[in-house]
């Protein structure tokens, strides 16, 4: 008899940054949710679930600076499951200084962390605490910007199907005279190819629209970095499968993420979709000017 497949996931990150929201998203995608659960005892949620025989197949803990007593124990607690072919995934939740400060300023509560001080000073020793941890995340969210129904929708995509062995990532077109996009894993600049913004007949235009994107794609250098970049990724793909890591943020940048970065977004998306990549491309700053 088959012994059932058994999913674990791990919710941490910033207080305030949506710990909680994504806990209720999966427990309506019909996973198990235990919050803030000492992580001496994942193994023994892991055997329970093993124990069930099939009635609770997925598996999520919330772990947060509640339990700093036994937080440090977290990272040997999942070795302790690698040792026994088990990878639960990690999803790290973070948002800025003033989008947190605004959050507890609403709630009107204290920071777990701010002692005598200040909600920011809970927030700096906080975020210098779990700095590693982020730095080992198989997913980061940013939730700064997003609303409920947003993360919702990006917790969905993440967790709301049955776990894949092949890597999932997110190609994401932004303007840098916006801002990176947080949770980047890699950013690629396209400004180093002219800007169509320059060309009068193509400026009302976007990367989508084939005038555009042939005129990106005929500019010098332009299909060598697609070549070059698309090995690059197939080869950390693969190192980042075999490390266990499941999704990836890829970030493409121009000056107002209109025109070049749209069109070599869609270009990388295509790639690594024909590579056997799950791909979701997103133009972040599309329709911003």
């Given at each position: 008899?088959?012994?059932?497949?058994?999913?674990?996931?791990?919710?941490?990150?910033l207080?305030?940054?949506?710990?909680s929201?994504?806990?209720?998203?999966?427990?309506?995608?019909?996973?198990?949710?235990?919050?803030?659960?000492?992580?001496?005892?994942?193994s023994?949620?892991?055997?329970?679930?093993?124990?069930?025989?099939?009635?609770?197949?997925?598996?999520?803990?919330?772990?947060?600076?509640?339990?700093?007593?036994?937080?440090?124990?977290?990272?040997?607690?999942?070795?302790?499951?690698?040792?026994?072919?088990?990878?639960?995934?990690?999803?790290?939740?973070?948002?800025?200084?003033?989008?947190?400060?605004?959050?507890?300023?609403?709630?009107?509560r204290?920071?777990?962390?701010?002692?005598?001080?200040?909600?920011?000073?809970?927030?700096g020793?906080?975020?210098?605490?779990?700095?590693?941890?982020?730095?080992?995340?198989?997913?980061?969210?940013?939730?700064?910007?997003?609303?409920?129904?947003?993360?919702?929708?990006?917790?969905?995509?993440?967790?709301?199907?049955?776990?894949?062995?092949?890597?999932?990532?997110?190609?994401?077109s932004?303007?840098?005279?916006?801002?990176?996009?947080?949770?980047?894993?890699?950013?690629?600049?396209?400004?180093?190819?002219?800007?169509?913004?320059?060309?009068?007949?193509?400026?009302?235009?976007?990367?989508?629209?084939?005038?555009?994107?042939?005129?990106?794609?005929?500019?010098?250098?332009?299909?060598?970095?697609?070549?070059?970049?698309?090995?690059?990724?197939?080869?950390?793909?693969?190192?980042?499968?075999?490390?266990?890591?499941?999704?990836?943020?890829?970030?493409?940048?121009?000056?107002?993420?209109?025109?070049?970065s749209?069109?070599i977004?869609?270009?990388?998306?295509?790639?690594?979709?024909?590579?056997?990549?799950?791909?979701?491309?997103?133009?972040?700053?599309?329709?911003?000017?």
């Open positions: 008899m088959t012994t059932p497949t058994l999913e674990l996931a791990i919710i941490t990150g207080s305030g940054a949506g710990r929201t994504a806990a209720k998203c999966l427990e309506d995608l019909g996973w198990f949710v235990v919050d803030n659960l000492p992580p001496a005892l994942l023994t949620m892991a055997e329970l679930g093993h124990r069930s025989g099939g009635a609770v197949s997925r598996i999520a803990v919330v772990v947060d600076v509640r339990g700093r007593a036994f937080f440090s124990d977290l990272r040997a607690a999942v070795a302790a499951l690698d040792t026994r072919g088990m990878q639960p995934r990690m999803l790290f939740l973070e948002a800025s200084d003033d989008a947190l400060i605004r959050r507890f300023d609403h709630v009107r204290p920071h777990p962390l701010q002692g005598d001080g200040r909600v920011v000073d809970g927030i020793r906080e975020r210098t605490l779990l700095a590693e941890l982020r730095g080992e995340a198989d997913l980061v969210l940013d939730t700064t910007d997003l609303n409920v129904h947003e993360l919702r929708a990006k917790i969905d995509a993440a967790f709301g199907q049955p776990r894949t062995h092949r890597l999932n990532a997110t190609v994401v932004f303007g840098y005279k916006y801002g990176l996009p947080l949770d980047a894993d890699l950013v690629a600049d396209c400004r180093f190819l002219p800007n169509p913004h320059w060309v009068e007949e193509l400026r009302p235009y976007t990367g989508r629209d084939p005038q555009v994107r042939d005129y990106v794609l005929a500019q010098p250098g332009a299909r060598e970095f697609l070549d070059q970049y698309a090995a690059l990724l197939h080869l950390m793909g693969d190192g980042f499968a075999r490390e266990g890591k499941r999704y990836l943020t890829l970030a493409v940048g121009c000056t107002g993420g209109k025109h070049r749209v069109a977004a869609e270009q990388v998306g295509a790639r690594l979709a024909a590579d056997g990549i799950g791909v979701r491309v997103v133009h972040r700053d599309l329709g911003r000017e």
